[in-house]
């Protein structure tokens, strides 16, 4: 069962890498783009901050720009460096992905687990959002459709996933082989997590950040409204992107 889902997790590695660029280059590698000399060069990864692609305050009002500058500049960067740090002079990880990396962590890997979770899960975060007004369309919204009844259905099964996480943690929509699956996870675990998730990893293509961090300047304890928010400002593009790549792969 593991070694099925491993090959069928590997397969959409390539597509997965597409849509989060800055997530490997060596230290010599400004670009950060250039995937095939990292992995022929065989370096441990030297992660870096991904630059937003909007402003600070173009998700208000669903997320306000002081939340995200803290959130992005902080917080993310806490994680990118402690990842690279964890990860340092240790050839294991050399050649590999930042998916590769969240895949295979062990779950008492825990500077690995927690950073590069980080890494990953915010990343995905910074690119399922946008200030554009974008839906479903497609075979993503049959999908959705088929799945949880319609779009209304799928946001509360959603929120409730969201609010269900006791603590800190990420709700997500994930595909389960061919099927969508809602779920959460705490910490900065990540459905990928082959060695961490119960039961059996999945492959997320929407995630929810619900740690204080994410909403407590704007919604205090308010995180039903920070939820409902959110859902004005999912790039349904970038989350179709994902969930066509993998579909595919
Ligand atoms: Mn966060």
């Known amino acids: 069962m593991k070694k099925r889902t491993f090959i069928k997790v590997t397969a959409i590695t390539a597509a997965g890498s597409v849509l989060l660029p800055i997530t490997s280059c060596s230290p010599g590698d400004k670009s950060g783009t250039d995937k095939k000399s990292t992995m022929e060069s065989g370096s441990v990864p030297v992660f870096e901050l991904p630059a937003l692609a909007y402003g600070f305050d173009a998700l208000e009002p669903s997320i306000d720009a002081r939340t995200m500058k803290i959130h992005h500049d902080k917080h993310h960067a806490g994680y990118v460096r402690k990842l690279n740090a964890a990860i340092e002079g240790k050839e294991k990880y050399a050649g590999k992905t930042l998916e590769d990396i969240v895949k295979n962590v062990k779950d008492d890997e825990t500077a ?73 996870t705490p910490n900065q675990d990540n459905p990928l997590m082959t060695d961490v998730v119960e039961g059996k990893p999945a492959y997320p293509i929407l995630g929810l950040d619900v740690w204080e961090h994410a909403y407590y300047l704007k919604y205090q304890n308010m995180r039903g409204n920070y939820i409902n928010n959110f859902f004005d400002v999912i790039n349904w593009d970038a989350v179709t992107e994902r969930f066509m790549a993998h579909m595919k792969g």
């Not at 915010?122 to 049959?142: A, I, R, V, Y």
């Not at 946001?155 to 061919?178: H, M, N, R, V, Y």
């Open 112 to 184: 690995v687990r927690n950073n590069g979770g980080g890494h990953y899960n915010h990343t995905l975060f910074w690119e399922t959002m946008s200030p554009k007004q974008t839906e479903p369309k497609g075979d993503m919204l049959d999908k959705i459709n088929g799945t949880f009844g319609d779009m209304e259905s799928f946001k509360s099964q959603f929120k409730k996933a969201a609010l269900g996480q006791f603590g800190s943690g990420w709700a997500w929509l994930c595909i389960d082989g061919k099927d969508l699956i809602i779920t959460s």
